[in-house]
């Protein structure tokens, strides 16, 4: 039977940012090497996502270390937050590859909401 109990340590943690912050580190080198189109977008994009993600562990270490529990991201905030990015995506991709926009709009917002799901269960949770 699986325990409902959510341990994270310090160690996790670093992990995850050290790993968090090469992912990044790769998506700019990918943006800088595509020069234009959706690669370089995508690229400053996965930057973006990753120091936000990075900034979100730090936060989450110091509310873990002050005692305050928090109860995650709302699904309609997650869902809200995929819609709109990838309509954002939509937007960029038409321009370049208009036969596979709405491919790369789904295909982000999946993924979006796929990690905003991660982030809500990295959430220090009061339970």
Known sequence: MASNEHESSVFNTMILAAAAGIMGIVGLFVAERAGHGVPYYGG??????AI???FL?????????EG???GGVPPALRVGAA???GYLVYG???ESIPDK???AAIAVAVILFGLLEI???VAVRDE
């Open 119 to 121: 982030v809500d269960r």
């Open 101 to 103: 926009a709405m491919l």
């Open 52 to 54: 936000l993600f990075v």
């Open 83 to 85: 819609a709109a990015v």
């Open 44 to 49: 400053l994009v996965f930057f973006v996502f």
């Open 57 to 65: 562990l730090i936060k989450h270490a110091y509310d873990r270390e």
């Open 92 to 94: 960029m991709a038409n």
């Open 68 to 70: 305050i529990k928090g």
